[in-house]
C-alpha cells in the first residue's frame, strides 16, 4: 500500500510540466508551513495570547464585509482553529503527494477566498492581498487539474485503494500538527505583528475627552477599547476571556460587558471580573501618549 502512495505521486509528478510542479510544489509546501506555523505557535490555541485563534476571529468579525459569518465562531475558538490547521497540512501534503488534487485544490481555493473576506478585503491596493493571489494561484491550478484529468493516474480512485490513500494523508495531517505542538514550547510564534506595530497612532488626545472611551484596532487586528481619565490614558483588549466575544462599554453601568454570555468588567480596576462566567480579567494593552497622539506603547 505504501509501495502504491508513493509510486503514484512519484508517477503524477514525473508526467506533469515544469510549470504545473512549480504551482504544485508552491502551493503544497505554502500550505504545510502555514499548518506548522500554527501548529508550533503555542499560543494560537491559548486564550490570552496575542496570536490566540479566537482573537483573530474577533478582529475578523468586526472588520470583514462578512463579519457576522464569525460571531458564532468565536465562541468555538479552539476547535475551528484546530480544524484549519489540520485542514492546511492536509491539503499541502495532499497537493504534494497527488492525493485527491481537485478536492485539494478547490480547499485551497476556498480557504484562500475565506481568508480574503475576512483579514485582507480591504487592502488598498488591492495587489497587496497576497489572499487574493492565493485564490487565483489556487484557481488556475484547479483549472490546470481539471484539463489534464483525463490523464492516466491523474484520477482519484474512488475504491479501496482511493479511501486508503485519503486516510493515510488525513493521519499524517493530524502527525504534523501534534508534531507542531511538541516543539511549541522551542519554537517562537512568527505572528510579530503587536511588536512591529509599536507606536502605532490611535486617535489625537483632543479629540478624546476626559471621561470618554474610543474603540480601536490594536496592533494584531482585534478590537480593543481606549479610556481616558484624568489621570491619563489605559486601553485593554476588547476580547472577552470566556470564550472571545467582543465586550462594549457600557456608561449606564460603568463597565465593559459581554453580549454573549453576560460577563462583565470593571475597567477602573484593572478589568477585573465583576460578574460572569470567567474569572479572568481583559488583557491590558500598553498605550501612551506621544505629542499630540494616543499611541499604542
Known amino acids: ?64 464585509p462578512v463579519g457576522f459569518a464569525f460571531n458564532k465562531l468565536i465562541e468555538h475558538a479552539v476547535l475551528v482553529g484546530g480544524f484549519v490547521m489540520v485542514s492546511e497540512f492536509a491539503i499541502g501534503l495532499a497537493t504534494l503527494l497527488w492525493v485527491a488534487p481537485r478536492l485539494a485544490a478547490f480547499g485551497g481555493f476556498s480557504m484562500s477566498i475565506g481568508l480574503w473576506l475576512a483579514s485582507s478585503f480591504h487592502a488598498s491596493p488591492y495587489f497587496l492581498a497576497s489572499d487574493s493571489a492565493y485564490a487565483v494561484l489556487w484557481l488556475s491550478y484547479l483549472l490546470l487539474i481539471v484539463g489534464t484529468g483525463k490523464r492516466k493516474g491523474f484520477e ?56 470618554s472611551t474610543f474603540n480601536f484596532a490594536a496592533a494584531n487586528g482585534a478590537p480593543a477599547v481606549l479610556f481616558r481619565t484624568k489621570t491619563g490614558v489605559f486601553a ?43 474569572q479572568t480579567p481583559l488583557a491590558k494593552i500598553k498605550v501612551s501618549v506621544k505629542g499630540a497622539w494616543v499611541v499604542q506603547a
Open 236 to 278: 485593554y483588549s476588547a476580547i472577552c476571556t470566556h470564550q472571545g466575544c467582543t465586550v462594549a462599554y457600557s456608561n449606564a453601568s460603568k463597565t465593559l460587558q459581554c453580549p454573549c454570555h453576560g460577563a462583565e468588567y470593571d475597567p477602573f480596576k484593572s478589568a477585573r471580573v465583576i460578574n460572569g462566567p470567567t
Open 156 to 211: 482519484m480512485s474512488l475504491e479501496r485503494r482511493g479511501v486508503l490513500r485519503v486516510g493515510i494523508t488525513g493521519v499524517l495531517a493530524v502527525a504534523f500538527a501534534g508534531a507542531g505542538k511538541i516543539f511549541a514550547g522551542a519554537t517562537p510564534s512568527t505572528n510579530s505583528s503587536a511588536a512591529s506595530s509599536a507606536g502605532t497612532k490611535i486617535v489625537k488626545l483632543a479629540s478624546l475627552k476626559v471621561g
Open 1 to 64: 500500500m505504501i509501495q502504491n502512495y508513493v509510486r503514484t505521486a512519484t508517477t503524477s509528478w514525473r508526467n506533469q510540466s515544469p510549470a504545473f510542479r512549480v504551482i504544485r510544489l508552491w502551493l503544497g509546501i505554502t500550505w504545510i508551513y502555514a499548518g506548522w506555523d500554527k501548529a508550533s505557535d503555542p499560543g494560537f490555541l491559548t486564550s490570552g495570547s496575542p496570536s490566540y485563534i479566537g482573537t483573530q476571529l474577533s478582529g475578523y468579525s468586526t472588520q470583514s
